[in-house]
């Protein structure tokens, strides 16, 4: 459909967009009422588009510019700079129900992300790569019939936006939580097999409530959880970050296995990542860069592409090496009969971690070697695969992947649903997945999770701050107010430690 030169041919939209009508907290920016808008169809057919130069309320930095090719109406605005520089349209839904919104929008050199609020509550993140315009959309967005205000706020900021476009949209049905009870390991062992048919059973019913500690069931984290709801987390989250020959050159003990043993036999499940610190000939180890900073792109100088296309071979065995420690650490949880959600490789998409700085085809080889390692030359068989890529680009394939798990961390005091990016992640696999947010750093709303009928299996609050002060066991409310932790640690869709069946004898619903 052409976007240039929109007019409204309607009075009624005087009623349906509120927007621009005064200049609070900002300056309006339309023309007219009806200028810059399009409104149409009804229900499932409901199409709203709104050119953001002529709609808009702004304020701070943001104005409207030109210059730029490709924009429809007459222009689009700029000027994303500071926290103060918003954008905000304000609408009226003619009915509750779920919608996509797209910030059809282009980016100042490179990847830009910003947030998205709906009256005031963040609801997600739009993504813009490349200076045309483009489309950046978040699914499913439940809005519910009345007077919204949709704003645009700044995170990376530098981008121009050149109109919002909301139409109607199906939430996720029945059907995204019918999952294979089967492993992608056909070999694994009884406990696991029966941790993941527990998690497929309940995916979509309950949310398993996680926890990372350091320290592990005795941490400030879950003690701090304890003493103010009377529930400790179902899921314990661990690192095998110092058992990494790198670290331990330096004096670093690893007690991460002990831990998981522990609280394995509490009965409860227990999850791994690995911030791998990059063999010593690779790290930096300057004042600036120091040797426990190795899993930063920016404290080493390894290629991981050199390395995974044969031109590097001392590389190769040095990740070989490494990589036949943390077997070991695996194969006595194995022993243990301790089965594991492994996600390794975590957040590769970002390009913070060496691991994601060569780009997909070099961290694939590697996600798919690490699983040839593990599984067939180490015969390590305890391990549920929990792929945390965050980008369909760097997904490794079905055959490798357990569960697809999303790391967000959106800010402070925010517990919306992130429906958006469960709806976008639906897209990325070619069967149905389990479906978690691995990493977090606010809690988010349960109630708000099933309105949006997108139930994560479960979560996983990240150790430290987000949970504790000063690593001591006073609850830090700085991200997650205890109000909110009790809401969560008691609500009746979520599960707890007290609640988690016998996983070693579970035979399924």
Known sequence: MNRLNIKIVSIMIMFIV?????????????????????????????????????????????????????????????????????ITFTVFIPEDGFYNLNFISSAYEGYKENYV?????????????????????????????????????????????DALEITSASPPGDDVYKVSYETVDPKATKSTKRLKRYLADVYGKYIISGQY?????????????????????????????????????YGSVGKSVEYAVEFSQKGGIVTFCWHWNAPERYLYNTPDKPWWKGFYTEATNIDLRAIMDGEDPEGYELLIRDIDVIAQLLMRLQDADVPVLWRPLHEASGGWFWWGASGPEPYKKLYKLLYDRLTNTHDIHNLIWVWNGQDPEWYPGDEYVDIVGIDIY?????????????????????????????????????????RDRTVWSYFGIWSGEFMVLNKTYTLSEKYNEKYMINK?????????????PDLKKYRGK
């Open 488 to 500: 969560v640690y008691n609500h009746e869709k979520v599960i707890t430690l007290d609640e988690l």
């Open 18 to 86: 509120l927007s621009g009508c005064g200049t609070e907290n900002g300056t309006g920016r339309q023309k007219g009422l009806s200028e810059g808008v399009k409104n149409t169809g009804s229900g499932e057919n409901f199409r709203l588009f709104l050119e953001a130069e002529d709609i808009a309320v702004t304020t701070g930095n943001v104005r409207v510019e030109n210059s730029h090719p490709g924009f429809s109406g007459n222009g689009y605005l700029t000027g994303i700079e500071d926290d103060d520089d918003t």
């Open 213 to 249: 500690s350091e320290k592990g069931f005795n941490g400030p984290e879950f003690k701090a959880i304890y003493q103010a709801t009377g529930k400790y987390p179902a899921m314990l989250g661990l690192d095998f970050i110092d058992y990494t020959p790198s670290r331990a050159a």
């Open 410 to 450: 959106p800010g402070e005091k925010v517990y919306s649903s992130q429906a958006p990016k469960f709806n976008e992640i639906l897209e990325w696999t070619g069967t149905r997945k389990i479906i978690a947010m691995t990493e977090n750093g606010c809690l988010f709303d349960p109630d708000l999770a099933f």
């Open 117 to 161: 609020y709906i009256n005031d509550e963040q609801v997600g993140v739009i993504k813009i790569n490349g200076d045309d315009f483009q489309n950046s959309v978040l699914n499913g967005v439940f809005l519910p019939k009345g007077r919204q205000k949709i704003k645009l706020v700044k995170s990376w900021g530098w981008i121009r936006l």
